[in-house]
Each structure stands twice: as structure tokens, then as C-alpha cells.
């Protein structure tokens, strides 16, 4: 059976950290170091790799910021904007008693 056109996005979401991130980035775009302080416990090497996949998703968008500021920030794109209800829900789901 051929994969469908949502297997790439649904590998990447399923690897450890990129809904993590995603959540992450509901309220707004972060510079590198705040999304890895906010994320706790994930490396610089595993961010940027995960970064980069959502980025090439077109989940996630990087920008360039002008001194003083200079640097990089990365924020939802339109396309991740519209599973924002989805994010907000996977951000606040517990698990019930079992």
C-alpha cells in the first residue's frame, strides 16, 4: 500500500520532542534558547534536528531578527496555526485515573 501524502508529517510528529515543540510555540515565537529552556532536558543537536523537520513540514518557521536583537526565532506557520485548537488540547490533556 502506498503511504499516504500525511506519512512524512505523521513520522515527524511521532518522534520524540516535535509536539512538544509545537506546544511549545502556541503563545508565540521563541528565540533557540528559550524554546530549549522551555522544553527542559532536550539537547541543542536533537532541537535543531527537530527544527529542521518541522520546518521542512512547513510547521515551523525561522526568522532572522536585526541587531541589537540579532539572531533567530522560530514561530507556528499558518499551517500549524490551524491545529492549534488540537495543540491546546494535547497541552492540556492529563491522563484519567485507570
Same mark, same amino acid.
Given at each position: 500500500?502506498?503511504?499516504?501524502? =500525511?506519512?512524512?508529517? !505523521?513520522?515527524?510528529?511521532?518522534?520524540?520532542?516535535? /509536539?512538544?515543540? $509545537?506546544? *511549545? +510555540?502556541?503563545?508565540? &515565537?521563541?528565540?533557540?534558547?528559550?524554546?530549549?529552556? =522551555?522544553?527542559?532536558? !532536550?539537547?541543542?543537536?536533537?532541537?535543531?534536528?527537530? /527544527?529542521?523537520? $518541522?520546518? *521542512? +513540514?512547513?510547521?515551523? &518557521?525561522?526568522?532572522?531578527?536585526?541587531?541589537?536583537? =540579532?539572531?533567530?526565532?522560530?514561530?507556528?506557520?499558518?499551517?500549524?496555526?490551524? /491545529?492549534?485548537?488540537?495543540?491546546?488540547?494535547?497541552?492540556?490533556?492529563?491522563?484519567?485515573?485507570?
Amino acid at each position: 500500500m502506498p503511504e499516504s501524502g =500525511a506519512g512524512p508529517m !505523521i513520522a515527524v510528529l511521532g518522534s520524540r520532542w516535535a /509536539l512538544q515543540i $509545537l506546544v *511549545a +510555540l502556541i503563545d508565540g &515565537r521563541k528565540r533557540f534558547s528559550d524554546l530549549r529552556r =522551555a522544553l527542559g532536558g !532536550i539537547s541543542a543537536k536533537v532541537l535543531t534536528l527537530r /527544527l529542521r523537520e $518541522l520546518e *521542512a +513540514l512547513s510547521l515551523v &518557521r525561522r526568522e532572522d531578527l536585526s541587531p541589537p536583537a =540579532a539572531g533567530q526565532a522560530y514561530g507556528l506557520t499558518p499551517v500549524a496555526e490551524s /491545529l492549534r485548537p488540537a495543540l491546546r488540547h494535547l497541552a492540556d490533556w492529563r491522563p484519567g485515573p485507570t
